[in-house]
Protein backbone atom coordinates (compact mmCIF):
# COMPACT_ATOMS: atom_id res chain seq x y z
CA UNK A 1 0.00 0.00 0.00
CA UNK A 2 1.17 3.78 -0.90
CA UNK A 3 -0.15 6.92 0.99
CA UNK A 4 0.67 9.87 -0.52
CA UNK A 5 0.36 13.32 1.82
CA UNK A 6 0.26 16.31 -0.12
CA UNK A 7 1.01 20.04 1.10
CA UNK A 8 2.19 23.64 -0.11
CA UNK A 9 -1.27 24.71 -1.50
CA UNK A 10 -2.33 28.31 -1.12
CA UNK A 11 -3.53 31.68 -2.28
CA UNK A 12 -0.96 33.77 -4.24
CA UNK A 13 -0.93 37.10 -6.66
CA UNK A 14 -0.37 36.30 -10.48
CA UNK A 15 3.86 36.30 -11.28
CA UNK A 16 4.10 34.79 -7.60
CA UNK A 17 5.62 31.23 -6.54
CA UNK A 18 4.50 28.43 -4.60
CA UNK A 19 5.92 24.97 -3.99
CA UNK A 20 4.00 21.56 -3.77
CA UNK A 21 5.45 18.79 -1.81
CA UNK A 22 3.91 14.79 -1.58
CA UNK A 23 5.40 12.39 0.61
CA UNK A 24 5.45 8.87 0.28
CA UNK A 25 4.90 6.04 2.86
CA UNK A 26 7.56 3.71 0.85
CA UNK A 27 10.44 4.74 -0.94
CA UNK A 28 9.37 6.79 -3.68
CA UNK A 29 12.39 5.11 -6.29
CA UNK A 30 9.83 1.89 -5.73
CA UNK A 31 7.27 4.05 -7.30
CA UNK A 32 8.16 3.90 -11.44
CA UNK A 33 6.77 7.32 -12.52
CA UNK A 34 5.14 10.19 -10.02
CA UNK A 35 3.78 13.39 -10.93
CA UNK A 36 1.15 16.08 -10.38
CA UNK A 37 -2.46 16.42 -12.33
CA UNK A 38 -4.62 19.15 -12.04
CA UNK A 39 -8.30 19.78 -12.88
CA UNK A 40 -10.01 23.41 -12.90
CA UNK A 41 -13.52 23.70 -12.32
CA UNK A 42 -15.42 22.70 -15.44
CA UNK A 43 -12.69 21.04 -16.87
CA UNK A 44 -11.23 17.37 -16.93
CA UNK A 45 -8.54 16.57 -14.91
CA UNK A 46 -4.71 16.97 -16.80
CA UNK A 47 -1.64 15.87 -16.25
CA UNK A 48 0.96 18.54 -15.52
CA UNK A 49 4.30 17.23 -15.13
CA UNK A 50 5.40 13.80 -14.74
CA UNK A 51 9.03 12.21 -13.03
CA UNK A 52 10.13 8.83 -13.62
CA UNK A 53 12.40 7.10 -11.05
CA UNK A 54 15.38 7.12 -13.00
CA UNK A 55 14.57 11.21 -12.57
CA UNK A 56 13.25 11.41 -16.52
CA UNK A 57 10.76 14.32 -16.54
CA UNK A 58 7.98 15.68 -18.48
CA UNK A 59 5.74 18.74 -19.27
CA UNK A 60 2.72 20.08 -19.92
CA UNK A 61 3.28 22.74 -22.73
CA UNK A 62 1.33 25.11 -20.64
CA UNK A 63 3.98 24.76 -17.53
CA UNK A 64 7.16 24.37 -19.32
CA UNK A 65 9.55 26.82 -18.35
CA UNK A 66 8.12 27.96 -15.39
CA UNK A 67 7.60 24.93 -13.14
CA UNK A 68 9.98 22.64 -12.31
CA UNK A 69 9.24 18.49 -10.65
CA UNK A 70 11.54 16.76 -9.00
CA UNK A 71 11.96 13.93 -6.60
CA UNK A 72 14.13 13.79 -3.43
CA UNK A 73 14.67 9.51 -2.76
CA UNK A 74 16.31 10.40 0.68
CA UNK A 75 12.74 12.20 1.97
CA UNK A 76 10.92 10.00 -0.06
CA UNK A 77 9.18 13.41 -1.19
CA UNK A 78 8.39 14.70 -4.59
CA UNK A 79 7.82 18.53 -4.88
CA UNK A 80 6.74 20.73 -7.67
CA UNK A 81 8.05 24.58 -8.03
CA UNK A 82 5.80 26.68 -9.42
CA UNK A 83 6.52 30.17 -10.26
CA UNK A 84 5.40 32.57 -12.67
CA UNK A 85 2.13 31.74 -11.90
CA UNK A 86 -0.97 33.00 -13.93
CA UNK A 87 -4.77 33.12 -13.60
CA UNK A 88 -4.86 30.15 -15.25
CA UNK A 89 -3.34 27.91 -13.12
CA UNK A 90 -5.72 28.09 -10.56
CA UNK A 91 -6.88 24.24 -9.77
CA UNK A 92 -7.01 21.55 -7.43
CA UNK A 93 -3.35 19.81 -7.87
CA UNK A 94 -2.99 15.90 -7.39
CA UNK A 95 -0.07 13.85 -6.40
CA UNK A 96 0.12 10.45 -8.54
CA UNK A 97 2.52 7.85 -8.28
CA UNK A 98 2.05 4.35 -10.63
CA UNK A 99 3.83 1.37 -8.91
CA UNK A 100 4.74 -1.49 -11.37
CA UNK A 101 4.30 -4.69 -9.09
CA UNK A 102 3.05 -8.62 -9.49
CA UNK A 103 2.75 -8.37 -13.37
CA UNK A 104 0.26 -5.02 -12.80
CA UNK A 105 0.18 -1.05 -12.31
CA UNK A 106 -1.15 0.15 -9.46
CA UNK A 107 -1.82 4.33 -9.25
CA UNK A 108 -1.85 5.91 -6.08
CA UNK A 109 -3.49 9.71 -5.29
CA UNK A 110 -3.15 12.21 -2.92
CA UNK A 111 -5.75 14.11 -1.38
CA UNK A 112 -5.43 16.95 -4.00
CA UNK A 113 -3.80 21.07 -3.13
CA UNK A 114 -5.96 24.08 -4.30
CA UNK A 115 -4.17 26.44 -5.70
CA UNK A 116 -5.51 30.13 -6.28
CA UNK A 117 -3.85 32.08 -8.42
CA UNK A 118 -5.74 35.87 -8.32
CA UNK A 119 -5.46 39.72 -7.37
Known amino acids: QVQLVESGGGLVQPGGSLRLSCAAS????????MGWYRQAPGEEREVVAT???????NYADSVKGRFTISRDDSKDTMYLQMNFLKTEDTAVYYC?????????????WGQGNQVTVSS
Open 96 to 108: KGTRVVGGGQYAY
Open 26 to 33: VTIFSINV
Open 51 to 57: ITSRGTT
